[in-house]
């Protein structure tokens, strides 16, 4: 009897967003199961494309003479109960956040094709050492050397990798072919798994739980044993042994049969993350992230999925790891915002989490000194279950702050990036031989180029966006990739006086270097870390004291430890504070505490100067008290005066494409359509449809990007009206534009 399987075109179209039954040919019956992926036939040409099976039946659904066969299998996928775990979760993402469940398919199903495996080879020897060194003294009276070479490694070594004799015996496969053929040895394949660099460091031991950590995993250790699996989140000051607490509820995850996936919110983050993982679980660890080759990416989630490993630890992406018997997500920094993802479907990794967990009956910890203003809000109305830390386990104290104000320092004629009183602390800390951390939100020499007279801005051609200043002495767009060689004079008025904003971290390492021309400097950014291995260089390089300075960007102040840090200076504190964005006070809190806790973390007293324009503002004095209880009672006060999340939900949606009158009518024509579906109808005085109007960045790449808001206590209802425009732009056959959809933006 035939089979059939139901398949998903992997075509991002709404119209297309359905399943297509195809024949499983006998011969290919068992590796087809739910999760794999397909190579079809499609359309009338019978073009071939790629598909995802979701469900296998026995019963056509069309006559069966105009069912097609499947051509052939792309990726196994395996046949565990992960993949339809995955499946459903692709399900609540379609249906959650929008877009097709093509879309979702690929998020769930990260690996995009199969890579081919790697094999080594073994030769096992199947006579004696005596026999072979007999035959080996034959081969050598008859000028076989490469073969008499052969038998005496393996006389004298037993089993040898073929590779190594290849190397270093250049011995070629057709001398192993004739000695396999006269009996003299058997040549054995086996996988090989590329493994992601993981260096072993010494195991420092288990250190002793403080008191405030054995009641967070006392509590843990009781709930998990009798089946429960409430949300958990743990809010930990810098330094209070968040890492430590996670370790522990892995291990008695593992214990007991199950496994773990860790997020951790930065690439950086892995170098001292995994290391300390790799001490205590070794080999049974693993981790993920977008630099690994595509060997190694494909390699580690076969080795999850054939259950040879326990542990995954990686950006969200890991979130999809193929475990089949997951027993625990933690969260690390879930405040980060590359949780939330950039592309359709635009999935919060702490949500989407948390329904796989609900699936898998797993349990989810979320952790951080600073938690999300979303997921306190959560705790506090007592949908999650609050744990806090607020001391450091080693009895160190948290690090003393100073606020200095800029517009004072410019007032004394010091016209540097370095404040008097920061300038003093750096020569006492490199006198001391201690090591300092200066941070700085910003990306080389950014800031936009300007002409002083006219006031012509430098802009991307294709882009609606500034173009930034390097000092390789080209202007670059960030957004698509457009260089031009930078100008001497403008080209509106002729003007001399154009020039950029150098406040970038290369500005920063240049300034170091003048004031302090002795001192070891490593700078850390977007520029200077471009290979998979450049993370685990720089801060291998810093924690052994190779360097007495690091300057960097956010990813240096998120988990790191560094004993010998006693200073860190944050050099503009209110430069993510004036974006366009109802989040930025919180972001501006998150980055000065988080840059605040690298101070201090070994047995030295720790120091953090603090520069800003605006001193009083609450999001800073509260980081500089490290206050996250100050910070959460004004920002949430905020949130509701203005109906913003968590309070409220809001709904961005976004219209794009290449004619600017057609994208403008749809966003006109779809901004009605979604006043139309709230209870007030057009006339509706809450304003709860916001615009349409250009976006931040009107145009990229030459597509023109128009928005509009919809706001609402109730996520169901946004989901609705999200649901009633997909309808309709189907209905209606609207494919010249494109719109998406993102539930509470960041």
């Not at 950006?315 to 969260?331: E, K, M, V, Y």
């Not at 705790?379 to 003393?400: D, N």
């Not at 956010?554 to 209110?574: N, R, S």
């Not at 901004?671 to 615009?691: C, Q, T, Y």
């Amino acid at each position: 009897m035939s089979k059939f399987a139901d398949i998903i075109i992997d075509i991002s179209i709404e119209k297309l967003d359905k399943t297509f039954q195809y024949r499983i040919p006998e011969e290919m019956e068992g590796d087809i199961a739910p999760g794999v992926s397909v190579c079809v036939p499609f359309g009338k040409g019978g073009r071939s494309l790629r598909g995802y099976v979701l469900s296998i039946s026995e019963t056509p659904v069309i006559e069966e003479g105009r069912i097609r066969d499947i051509i052939s299998v792309i990726h196994s996928g395996g046949k565990g109960k992960a993949e339809g775990e995955l499946i459903k979760l692709a399900f609540w993402i379609k249906n959650h956040y929008g877009g097709t469940l093509s879309q979702a398919l690929k998020v769930v199903f990260p690996i995009k094709k199969s890579v081919r495996e790697r094999k080594r080879v073994n030769i096992i020897p199947l006579k004696s050492p005596e026999e072979l060194l007999k035959e080996a003294d034959l081969s050598g009276k008859k000028h076989y050397t490469a073969r008499e070479r052969v038998l005496r490694a393996l006389a004298e070594s037993g089993q040898i990798d073929a590779s190594l004799l290849s190397d270093k015996l250049n011995v070629s496969k057709s001398v192993l072919k004739a000695l396999e053929e006269k009996g003299f040895i058997r040549l054995e394949a086996l996988r090989e798994y590329r493994n992601p660099g993981i260096r072993s460091g010494e195991n420092s031991g288990i250190p002793t739980f403080s008191d405030e950590q054995k009641l967070i995993y006392e509590s843990f250790i009781h709930d998990y044993d009798l089946g429960l699996r409430e949300t958990c989140l743990i809010r930990g000051v810098t330094g209070s042994g968040k890492t430590l607490l996670y370790i522990e509820m892995i291990e008695h995850v593992v214990r007991s049969g199950k496994q773990a996936i860790m997020l951790i919110p930065e690439i950086a983050l892995t170098f001292q993350t995994v290391m300390r993982f790799h001490q205590r679980f070794g080999d049974r660890v693993s981790y993920m992230h977008s630099r690994l080759s595509p060997g190694e990416r494909y390699d580690q989630y076969e080795r999850a999925r054939n259950g040879e490993i326990d542990v995954m630890i990686g950006p969200r992406s890991a979130l999809f790891t193929p475990f089949n018997d997951l027993g625990i997500i933690i969260i690390d920094e879930e405040h980060e915002n590359s949780y939330k993802a950039d592309n359709m479907p635009k999935y919060h990794a702490r949500e989407t989490a948390g329904e796989r967990a609900l699936n898998a009956g797993a349990m989810l910890i979320l952790g951080s000194a600073t938690p999300s203003i979303d997921a306190e809000y959560r705790a506090r109305k007592g949908e999650y279950r609050l744990f806090t830390m607020e001391k450091r386990p080693t009895g160190g104290s948290l690090p003393g702050v100073s606020i200095v104000d800029l517009r004072q320092e410019l007032k004394k004629g010091n016209r540097s990036m370095f404040s008097l009183k920061l300038q003093e602390l750096m020569g006492d800390r490199l006198r001391k031989n201690e090591q300092i951390m200066l941070f700085l939100n910003r990306r080389g020499y950014s800031g936009f180029v300007s002409c002083r007279s006219c006031g012509h801005v430098m802009k991307c051609p294709h882009c609606d966006v500034s173009l930034t200043s390097h000092n390789n002495g080209f202007l670059t767009c960030h957004y698509c990739g457009y260089r031009e060689r930078a100008v001497k004079t403008c080209p509106e008025c002729g003007s001399k006086y154009i020039g950029g904003m150098r406040a970038g971290t290369e500005q920063i390492e240049e300034g170091v270097r003048k004031l302090f021309p002795g001192a070891r400097i490593l700078r850390m950014d977007g520029d200077t870390v471009r290979h998979k291995d450049d993370y685990d260089r720089i801060l291998s390089d810093f924690k052994d004291h190779r360097a007495d300075i690091l300057i960097g960007t956010q990813m240096i102040v998120k988990g790191h430890d560094f004993p010998l840090v006693t200073l860190v200076g944050i050099i503009l504190a209110d430069l993510s504070l004036n974006s366009s964005d109802y989040r930025s006070a919180e972001r501006t809190f998150d980055l000065l505490t988080q840059a605040a806790g690298r101070a201090g973390r070994g047995e030295g007293a720790g120091e953090v100067v603090v520069q800003t324009y605006e001193p009083d503002h609450y999001s800073i004095e509260a980081a500089a008290q490290q206050d996250y209880n100050m910070f959460y009672s004004k920002e949430i006060m905020f949130r509701e005066l203005m109906s913003y999340p968590p309070v409220s939900h809001l709904l961005k949606v976004l219209i794009e494409g290449r004619k600017e009158d057609r994208v403008k009518k749809e966003a006109a024509r779809l901004a009605d359509l979604a006043r139309e579906s709230l209870p007030g109808g057009k006339d509706d005085k809450a304003h709860k449809v916001i615009g349409p109007a250009p976006d931040v960045i009107s145009k990229i790449k030459d597509v023109f990007r128009e928005v509009f808001y919809i706001r609402d206590g109730d996520y169901g209802k946004l989901t609705e009206i999200r649901e009633k425009i997909e309808d309709n732009r189907r209905d209606e056959n609207r494919y010249d534009t494109y719109v998406s959809y993102d539930f509470d933006p960041l």
